[in-house]
């Protein structure tokens, strides 16, 4: 015989999406399941953070273009908070965002074009400690040399591009020259160039192709 004590406690969740339609059509899906008590809804990235910084949330549904921070901006800044919820993209899988999103960061990936439970199995499954994503070619994520650069490498990177000294950097980013240095080194050994002129040299190249590199945005 079931007791009080042996009731499971739904799973907060938190959801963010730029389309009120969307918006709308998750919350009453994630309502009406006795798995999940849905705890608030933002169609901002600031939204999302602003909320979840104060109230507890297991796990976020985020839209990766999510206004203004975008995805990728708002996984980052999660990551260096304690008690963060974990975070599901809830995206179009036939892009790059299923690669980006685990890049990033993310506990899991939901296609917009699969099965509505598919999204609910796999915030249910993230809750519970596991990540979900589509089949990915994991080495694609190991040879891109941006992906393994810090968030204050990546920083740095596009610092250089400015054409900022040392002693420029130690200002803007508010650490020592040796410091600097150091980062520098670790930089140039991950994007595997050998000065400040082949790393500048780079970050354009690769912005070029990728269209979405860099912080600002």
Partial sequence: M?????????ISVMLADSNPLVLT??????????RFSLVATSSTAEGF????MR?????????????????????????????????????DEGSETPRKAMSAGAAGFA????????????CHAVAGGKMVFPFLDVRDLQT??????????RTMLEALSKGLTNKELSKELGITTNTVKFHLSNLYE?????????AIAFYYATR???GDFGTGG
């Fill in 55 to 91: 109230v507890p949330v297991q796990v976020g549904i985020i839209d990766w273009n999510l206004p203004a921070l975008g995805g990728a901006k708002l996984i980052e800044v999660l990551r260096d908070q304690a008690n963060a919820p974990k975070l599901v993209v809830y995206g």
């Fill in 49 to 52: 953070l602003g909320t979840v």
């Fill in 208 to 210: 070029a192709e990728r």
């Fill in 190 to 198: 991950k994007l595997s160039v050998k000065n400040r002129a082949q």
């Fill in 111 to 122: 296609a917009r074009s699969s099965a509505v439970e598919s999204l609910l199995d796999t």
């Fill in 25 to 34: 059509a998750m919350s009453e899906i994630f309502e009406k399941d006795p």
């Fill in 2 to 10: 079931a007791t009080i004590s042996d009731k499971v406690s739904p």
């Fill in 144 to 153: 891109d040399p941006i992906e393994q650069l810090s968030r204050r490498e």
